[in-house]
């Protein structure tokens, strides 16, 4: 398990490119055969994915984080990237197909991850959250997911964005997550800026074309940065930081927050002439 700590503005303003990478920049998701787990300070989120080929993979146990299992103080959201699999919670087999996700609450003790096809794996990436109330375990399919199309094709950044781990498709104790695509020919996120300093969040994109990168932007509004990311990789962003980005292509991105509350609409905006 790998661990990030909090950075605060004044140490972030005074990091060179491979310090920020090292601090804020997840650069492994998926390995064969196995869980990844990277745990993060900001708001206690953990990051990972899974990736079984000819074997079945559970979570990690919970002695990475002083549990007696994975899910017993946790939630999790999961949506699968990858080929068509199956998620088995306390015995129970969902099949879980492309951009197919799951809420998982406080409570379940057996998560395990199984691929149809070992040649085109399943990709289980998921984010978890400490939980202070048990959920019911909700399967949300990309048909279930709420869809709010935004943006416009002049500036680059028409997209939809798609609510899984929300108020309005199920109830969950913090956790929120969904997934946002661009439409071909537009490269923009998030753009004008924001911040919540309510919530931190985490950037995973993927759907790159071979050879394509995005520039993820973050820091403060007035000293801001930027890290060059690859296809399956996670940006941590703290809750005082914007978050956006732009790529050499369109591309994907499943987005996740934990914090102070789940009011998607709680951003502090930032005025484009303030951004340096």
Same mark, same amino acid.
């Not at 379940?108 to 199984?114: E, H, L, P, S, Y």
């Not at 985490?202 to 995005?214: N, T």
């Given at each position: 398990? /790998? ?5 605060? $503005? ?17 650069? #492994? ?10 745990? #993060? ?13 000819? =074997? ?15 899910? *017993? ?25 492309? /951009? ?8 379940? /003790? ?25 959920? $019911?375990?909700? =399967? ?27 108020? =309005? ?39 790159? /074309?071979?050879?394509? =990168? ?5 820091? *403060?509004?007035? *000293? ?6 690859? *296809? ?45």
């Amino acid at each position: 398990m /790998k661990q990030y700590y909090q950075i605060s $503005p004044k140490e972030f303003s005074r990091m060179n490119t491979q310090e920020l990478r090292d601090n804020f920049l997840i650069e #492994t998701i998926f390995l064969d055969n196995q869980a990844t787990i990277t745990y #993060t300070h900001y708001d206690r989120m953990i990051v990972g994915g899974v990736m079984p080929l000819k =074997k079945e993979v559970s979570l990690p146990n919970g002695s990475l984080i002083s549990a007696e299992y994975f899910l *017993e103080r946790r939630e999790i959201g999961i949506i699968n990237i990858g080929g068509e699999g199956s998620i088995s919670i306390d015995g129970t087999v969902y099949p879980m197909a492309n /951009k197919d996700g799951m809420y998982i609450g406080r409570g379940i /003790k057996d998560v395990r991850f199984t691929s149809n096809d070992s040649n085109n794996p399943a990709k289980f990436y998921y984010n978890s959250a400490p939980a202070h109330i048990d959920h $019911p375990t909700v =399967k949300i399919t990309f048909a279930d997911a709420v869809p709010n199309p935004m943006g416009d094709p002049l500036l680059s950044n028409k997209r939809t964005i798609y609510q899984y781990v929300h108020p =309005k498709v199920c109830q969950s104790a913090q956790l929120l997550m969904g997934l946002t695509m661009l439409d071909p020919g537009n490269m923009w996120n998030t753009m004008p800026a924001h911040t919540h300093d309510r919530r931190m969040e985490s950037y995973f994109y993927f759907d790159l /074309k071979e050879g394509s =990168k995005v520039f993820h932007l973050m820091g *403060e509004p007035s *000293e801001t940065r930027h890290i060059v990311v690859s *296809e399956t990789q996670v940006v941590v962003s703290p809750s005082w930081s914007i978050h956006s980005g732009v790529g050499t292509g369109a591309y994907t991105f499943i987005w996740a927050m934990a914090g102070e509350n789940q009011n998607f609409t709680d951003m502090d905006h930032i005025v484009m002439d303030n951004l340096r």
